[in-house]
């Protein structure tokens, strides 16, 4: 099964308006972190945000911020306020174990390309 | 600070050729990781070294990929004979300690005919 899946092959936004990037993820472990990733056309993985399970709060930097339902196991990204620059592929990943587990290794979903418009 | 370096940044090779990829980590980063990102996918992990050590290489072909950490600063990822499957972007990112954010490389795109 899946870990984490991105349902939004891609995304259409006009300039300045809000947009949510879907993530679902699925673990039986308790501890776990929630991480998004930007990858513009350059290549390189940009991170944006991360949001840990135990964490009380939405994880919050910027423009950015993760909406975290638990319960329902998804971790959607939120980008407020769209820029040009934003245009690129939105990874969502998932390690699982805690911060002082050590040695974890991060499992990304498909990705989901968004595409601000003028 | 310095960021990941990573060379070559593009290579073209014939199938059952081999190929070799470099990756220098930012200073003082003992994690380094290899992921291989084929077209239209997220990135997949080949391979993760603790300073020299390797951690889990379960998804590296054996038969065909290797990869090594030296003195646990810079690592090669190498494919001998590469396939025409091999075609991907091969990423290499670093991170400090066990937070989880890694620190991506540009990539090295490689595509074999």
């Known amino acids: 099964a899946q870990k984490i899946t991105q349902t939004q092959p891609g995304m259409f936004v006009q300039e300045k308006e809000a947009v949510t990037l879907d993530c679902t993820y699925d673990?039986?472990?308790?501890?776990?972190?929630l991480f998004w990733y930007k990858q513009p056309s350059s290549g390189e993985m940009i991170f944006l945000i991360y949001?840990?399970?135990?964490?009380?709060q939405n994880a919050t930097e910027g423009r950015y911020s993760l909406n975290f339902q638990k319960a329902r196991k998804s971790a959607n990204l939120v980008i407020s306020a769209s820029q040009l620059g934003d245009s690129a592929m939105y990874f969502c990943?998932?390690?699982?174990?805690?911060?002082?587990?050590?040695?974890?290794?991060?499992?990304f979903g498909k990705g989901t390309m968004l595409l601000v418009s003028p | 600070e310095a960021g990941v370096a990573q060379s070559p940044r593009y290579k073209i090779i014939e199938k059952r050729q081999s190929v070799a990829f470099w990756c220098n980590p930012i200073?003082?980063?003992?994690?380094l990781y290899w992921y291989q990102q084929i077209l239209g996918q997220g990135p997949k992990l080949l391979i993760q070294?603790?300073?020299?050590?390797?951690?889990?290489d379960s998804q590296l072909p054996k038969d065909r990929f290797s990869a090594e950490r030296l003195k646990g600063v810079d690592s090669t990822l190498k494919i001998q004979p590469a396939k025409l499957e091999d075609s991907a972007v091969y990423l290499c990112?670093?991170?400090?300690?066990?937070?989880?954010?890694?620190?991506f490389g540009e990539g090295s795109r490689l595509t074999v005919l």
């Open positions: 949001q840990g399970s135990y964490d009380q």
């Open positions: 200073s003082g980063h003992a994690t």
């Open positions: 673990t039986s472990d308790p501890s776990y972190g």
């Open positions: 070294f603790q300073n020299n050590g390797v951690v889990d």
């Open positions: 990943a998932m390690r699982e174990g805690g911060k002082n587990s050590g040695y974890s290794t991060l499992t």
């Open positions: 990112a670093t991170s400090k300690g066990y937070t989880g954010e890694l620190f």
